[in-house]
Nanobody
């Protein structure tokens, strides 16, 4: 059974830093590209960042380019998203994704 469990969210002040963690289980983590999505209030779920299975390739949404870093640790089946210089518009529910599987999401709220 595929499971993706996010953690590390919470309330952060603008300008702060946050690291989200996704622990994967039920599949061979190293065989899959992984990504983080964000769903802001009243909006659709959008890609924030993605990383290839061997970490050679990463991609970022323009809104977080230069402020976010996606990494993974295949041996521990863990995905990370570090975000710096957080802005109120970064507020939303962040989801870990593996192709057709999603975590339940974790709330991130950035206050001004």
């Amino acid at each position: 059974q595929v499971q993706l469990v996010e953690s590390g969210g919470g309330l952060v002040r603008a300008g702060g830093t946050l690291t989200l963690t996704c622990i994967a289980s039920g599949f061979t983590f190293s065989r899959y590209d992984m990504s983080w999505y964000r769903q802001a209030p009243g909006k659709e779920r959008d890609l924030v960042a993605g990383i290839s299975r061997n970490s050679e390739h990463t991609t970022y949404d323009a809104s977080v380019e230069g402020r976010a870093t996606i990494t993974r640790h295949n041996a521990n089946a863990t995905l990370f998203l570090q975000m710096n210089n957080l802005r109120p518009e970064d507020t939303g529910v962040y989801f870990c994704r593996r192709e057709d599987a999603w975590g339940r999401g974790i709330q991130v709220t950035v206050s001004e």
